[in-house]
């Protein structure tokens, strides 16, 4: 399968906001990455219900929504509703992660569980079979613009590995510090989906930037 590039949206400029989805649209990119943050779960805000739903009007590719919020399980329906394809909640959020997986699965979403750099991946042994995608957090979620976590490159390959015996069909997303210069190595560790917000919007080309990380040569060397 060819990798996914999932550009986030919470680098978008939102005095802007149609132009970069149509951007987006327009472009090599595979999904929109929806990042929804509660001041609660990690230390900052973003956006909710209506710019998910202003983002949906215009998107012409699946919305990939990453909850970092409490209670995610309260939610589900709702961002369902307003148009997420998939839905990935925090593993550290969930109390009964299972029952939640359940819930976006019965909205008809995708579902996705998102570790923390400080979470084992063995901690999904069990419920793997039942996932679609698992988001390998490579910062502190929280913030754009973070640098990457090397330890994330052992975290994606021992993820991988246990996927190859238990669900081979599993996406593995990176998320935090990906660019241009480390999307190869995050291939070959394993992950074929990638969240990229200031590597994609802070480029003079942007649009040339998701095609060089769309195409990259997995048999470069990193720098």
Known sequence: MKHIIAPSILSADFANLQRDIEMINN???????????????VPNISFGFPVLKAVKKYAKKPLDVHLMIVNPEKYIQEFANEGADIIT??????????????MIKA?????????????????????????????????NPGFGGQQFIPQSLNKIAELRKMANEINPNLIIEV???????????????????????????????????IADMKNIDVSLQEI
């Open 175 to 209: 998320d935090g510090g990906v660019s241009i210069s480390n999307t190869a190595s995050l291939i070959k560790a394993g992950a074929n989906a990638f969240v990229a917000g200031n590597a994609i919007f802070s480029a003079s080309n942007q649009t040339q930037m």
């Open 89 to 102: 909640v925090h593993y550290e959020a969930c109390l009964h992660l299972h029952r939640t997986i359940q």
């Open 107 to 139: 909205a008809g979403c995708k579902a996705s569980v998102a570790l923390n750099p400080h979470t084992a991946v063995g901690l999904l042994k069990d419920i793997l079979a039942d996932l679609d995608m698992v988001l390998i957090m490579s910062v």
């Open 27 to 41: 472009s090599d990119a595979d999904w929109f990455h929806v990042d929804v943050m509660d001041g609660v779960f």
